[in-house]
Structures are given as C-alpha cells and as structure tokens.
T-cell receptor, first 112, second 116 residues
Framework: DSGVTQTPKHLITATGQRVTLRCSPR?????VYWYQQSLDQGLQFLIQ???????AKGNILERFSAQQFPDLHSELNLSSLELGDSALYFC???????????FGPGTRLTVL | AQSVTQLGSHVSVSEGALVLLRCNYS??????LFWYVQYPNQGLQLLLK??????LVKGINGFEAEFKKSETSFHLTKPSAHMSDAAEYFC??????????????FGQGTTLQVKP
C-alpha cells in the first residue's frame, strides 16, 4: 500500500459526459501528479500541483482540468469525454519535486 | 528534451536465471532515475531510485540497478528470477535542473515473463 488513495476504482460513462477523479496523497506529501496510461500512448504526465498551486503541465487536453485543495487532495476533471479518453488515470505524490513518487491504484475510465 | 528508451518490450527468462532489463536515457544533465513495477490491474510500485549518492542502487525484492553516465544507462538486474517477478517494468527519469518539477518521463515498459 503506497498510502495514495484514488476513487473511484472504475468509472464507466458515455461520450460527451463529465467525470471527476479524486486523489488523496500520502500524509505529508505536498506534490500531486496526474498521469494517463493507455495502450497506444503509454504513461503520460498530465499535470502537477504543489501545495495548492499548479507547477507543471504536460500533454493535458483543454477538456481536462485539475485542482489541489487546501487539505492537499486533488481532483482531475474530464469533460466532453471521447472514446479515446478511455484509459487508466494515476495519481502520484511526493514530498517535493525530485523525490520519489508514490502511485495510487488508479482509476480505470471507460467511455462508451 | 529528455527521453527514455527501454530495449525490448518483452523479456522472457527461466526461473532462477538472471534478469536484465535495459534502460537508456537522453539528457544533457544526468537526471534522477527510477524503476517502477506494475503488476496486472495494479498501480506502479517503486523498485528503486538513483539520485547521485551511489552508482549502484539496491531496491526491493532483490533488484538493483547501476547508473553508468558514460553509457547513459540505468539497467535493472536481479541475480535469480522468481515466478512472482512476472510483471511490467518501467524506467523513468526526472529532470534535476533548476526549476525541476519532478514530473516523470517514462519508457514504454518491458514485460517480464518468468518460465518455470
């Protein structure tokens, strides 16, 4: 158990819908990262927050957004969903940038 | 831009044999380096990390990796494979330059098969 929790574990929805994925980092970790894992793209960095502020953006679509709340949990919002958004979404946390990241169990999103 | 290459998308070894999973990175400055393992339907588990303290890094489950700057490599090894080692392994790098965000760049992964 990494100490990082993600909910829900599975999510099935339809095209055009909006979903929210939630992540709670390890106790004491200030950095939260979101990654997408798909068969064709592999593991791709989406976005990072540090102590409530956005620090870095990767290959994140404009339809996707995220935030980190004062209690340090984070949410990833995916809107206007397309079939190609079906993937595993991982959250990871670290004490600070450059330290090892610990991953949650992931949320498997299926868009029908 | 940084990149990671894992040579061999599939590696098959017999139980008890040496495991060698290859990883090469491309970066102007030696980065932080990590190996993660992913078992089916699970998240990624950190095996080991290189942050410049020592070039030979020991991790969990008997794995180790050696950082070789001249070869820009960080290969993962285990002397004797066990059936439970069958999984997908990912090499990842993180920029250590100023302004480092810590975001990880992953290789494409290597699936390790262990035959009885």
């Amino acid at each position: 158990d990494s100490g990082v929790t993600q909910t829900p574990k599975h999510l099935i929805t339809a095209t055009g819908q909006r979903v929210t994925l939630r992540c709670s980092p390890r106790s004491g970790d200030l950095s939260v990262y979101w990654y997408q894992q798909s068969l064709d793209q592999g593991l791709q960095f989406l976005i990072q927050y540090y102590n409530g502020e956005e620090r870095a953006k990767g290959n994140i679509l404009e339809r996707f957004s995220a935030q980190q709340f004062p209690d340090l949990h984070s949410e990833l919002n995916l809107s206007s969903l397309e079939l190609g958004d079906s993937a595993l979404y991982f959250c990871a946390s670290s004490a600070s940038p450059g330290h090892a990241q610990y991953f949650g169990p992931g949320t498997r999103l299926t868009v029908l | 831009a940084q990149s990671v290459t894992q040579l061999g998308s599939h590696v098959s070894v017999s139980e008890g044999a040496l495991v060698l999973l290859r990883c090469n990175y491309s970066s102007s400055v030696p980065p932080y380096l990590f190996w993660y393992v992913q078992y089916p339907n699970q998240g990624l588990q950190l095996l080991l990390k290189y942050t410049s303290a020592a070039t030979l890094v020991k991790g969990i489950n008997g794995f180790e990796a050696e950082f070789k700057k001249s070869e820009t490599s960080f290969h993962l090894t285990k002397p004797s494979a066990h059936m439970s080692d069958a999984a997908e392994y990912f090499c990842a790098v993180s920029d250590r330059s100023s302004g480092n965000t810590g975001k990880l760049i992953f290789g494409q992964g290597t699936t390790l098969q262990v035959k009885p």
